[in-house]
């Protein structure tokens, strides 16, 4: 996967709506607008018809949308569309036209959709970096650390796995140094 810096991408988006650039957009942030989305406690078969209608305003709005970070990290506003996405969801529309002129995507950041969008967005960053990191793990090595991670002991993995306890405690040291480390490269890339 190529990476943007988070500003270059929306910048891309914004400049030339190009497909490749979208389709970037989308595989990277599709899956925390879905975690967004679903903390609001949106039911579980329900959750991608909100997924798409939030991509769908993303992708009118982007080409607009001017990124101030003295204002506010990008999620919060993804955070913003998503949560203007659930609450608009009663209201009717007759026309697609009408949706896009009556979607008010408030500017102010209210204190829970802050900490909606932090509380979801270090879930979404540490699953990604989790998901980068653990095919290039022995699978003793994944299979420990995931179980540590659920709250299992040192003791009944040891058993479990038939590893000793020290090699245990020592892949958990690295794969947790290798986590911190992709988790800041992509809060550096992603935002």
């Known amino acids: 996967m190529e990476h943007y810096t988070r500003q270059t991408l929306l910048q891309k988006i914004k400049d030339t709506h190009s497909e490749d650039s979208w389709n970037e957009f989308v595989k990277i942030y599709r899956p925390y607008i879905y975690h967004v989305i679903r903390s609001f ?7 991608e018809d909100y997924v798409q209608n939030t991509l769908l305003v993303c992708w009118k709005k982007l080409p607009e949308f001017n990124y101030e970070p003295q204002k506010g990290c990008f999620r919060y506003w ?10 608009n969801h009663g209201r009717k529309f ?4 009408e949706l896009d002129k009556k979607i008010e995507i408030p ?7 802050e900490e909606i ?10 699953k990604m970096a989790w998901g980068n990191i653990k095919t290039n793990l022995s699978e003793n090595a994944r299979l420990s650390f995931e179980a540590l991670m659920e709250g299992e002991s040192l003791d009944s993995i040891s058993e479990r796995l038939s590893i000793p306890r020290n090699t245990i405690s020592v892949n958990k040291k690295r794969i947790t140094q290798k986590m911190l480390k992709e988790i800041q490269q992509l809060k ?3 935002g």
Not at 78 to 87: E, F, H, I, N
Not at 117 to 126: L, Q, V
């Open 41 to 47: 406690g949106v039911k579980h078969d329900e959750i």
């Open 78 to 87: 993804l955070c913003r569309v998503a949560k203007s996405m659930v609450c």
């Open 94 to 97: 007759r026309r697609r036209a």
């Open 107 to 113: 500017t102010m950041l209210s204190p829970e959709i």
């Open 117 to 126: 969008s932090d509380r979801e967005w270090i879930d979404f960053i540490t």
């Open 188 to 190: 550096r890339e992603l």
